[in-house]
């Protein structure tokens, strides 16, 4: 992660996550956010597993994205990912997807991850992992 607070995660499309017409499938998207998101929380210095273990999940509450132009068969795609707000029992992540090669903005997302414990019950985010998300402002407009 740069000093910035900003991840970034490269991913070429491949043949099975296109339409006929060779655009991707809205739903990738989604994984390529997951994708994302878990790599900042390693790069930030907690493996999401490493959550887990402390006996906390980060479960999807809200999904949000804005599609602008398409990504397409053997695109090499960057996601950026930062942290936009950290409250006691949530936090929301931001993303850029973006051509790598032109840097065509392609969409913008964002996800509100709930804090739960081992009963799946909303629970206060573990201060070890608070102090490892720093927010940021957002890079680009999130639309």
């Known amino acids: 992660m740069d000093p910035s607070g900003i991840s970034t995660t490269l991913v070429r499309v491949n043949y099975s996550e296109t339409d006929q017409m060779g655009v991707v499938y809205h739903g990738r998207y989604v994984v390529w956010l997951d994708i994302a998101r878990t790599e900042h929380l390693r790069e930030a210095g907690m493996a999401y597993r490493a959550v887990e273990e ?60 709930m804090s739960l414990d081992a009963a799946m019950a909303p629970a206060r985010l573990p201060e070890s992992v608070r102090r490892l998300l720093r927010a940021v402002p957002d890079p680009v407009r999130i639309l």
């Open 54 to 113: 402390t006996g906390y999940r980060l479960a999807v509450g809200e999904l949000a994205i804005r599609f602008g132009q398409p990504a397409r068969y053997d695109d090499l795609i960057r996601v950026r990912c930062w942290v936009r707000e950290v409250a006691s029992r949530r936090v929301t992540f931001g993303y850029a997807v973006e051509h790598a090669e032109s840097g065509r903005l392609l969409a913008t997302a964002t996800t509100a991850m």
